[in-house]
């Protein structure tokens, strides 16, 4: 089980941090995956991080705003958002592999190759 948390109502340029605590289960520090959905539009990938911490990979349009990183002590993941816009505004679900088997770049955006998935914290920015 996931539980993604520190959405909220937030200004244009704010940084917030979300995070994604597992729990209910043996924790594995296997891959795991941060996506966005805002209304109307299809679920969209925003960063991977792999089991280890030390492979990430960002949407294009994310990358140098958004961090991914995590804490396998504190079976936690985190994503430090840093000058939100407007644009931004979506639900965040966090998500997990269950396999050890790492998965090949060209496919850490496909939402079907995670296993598991938090219910999602909204952030909504305001300009």
């Known amino acids: 089980q996931l539980q993604a948390s520190g959405g909220g109502l937030v200004q244009a340029g704010d940084s917030p941090r979300l995070s994604c605590a597992a729990s209910?289960?043996?924790?594995?520090?296997?891959?795991m995956g941060w996506f966005r959905q805002a209304p109307g539009r299809e679920r969209e990938f925003v960063a991977f991080?792999?089991?280890?911490?030390?492979?990430?990979y960002y949407t294009d349009s994310m990358k140098g705003r958004f961090t991914i990183s995590r804490d396998n002590a504190k079976q936690t993941m985190y994503l430090q958002m840093n000058r939100l816009k407007p644009e931004d505004t979506a639900v965040y679900y966090c998500?997990?592999?269950?396999?050890?088997?790492?998965?090949?770049?060209?496919?850490?955006?496909?939402?079907?190759?995670?296993?598991?998935w938090g219910q999602g914290t909204q952030v909504t920015v305001s300009s």
């Open positions: 998500a997990q592999r269950k396999s050890p088997n790492r998965i090949v770049q060209s496919s850490v955006g496909v939402p079907s190759v995670y296993d598991y």
């Open positions: 209910g289960r043996t924790y594995s520090a296997y891959d």
């Open positions: 991080i792999d089991g280890s911490g030390r492979t990430k």
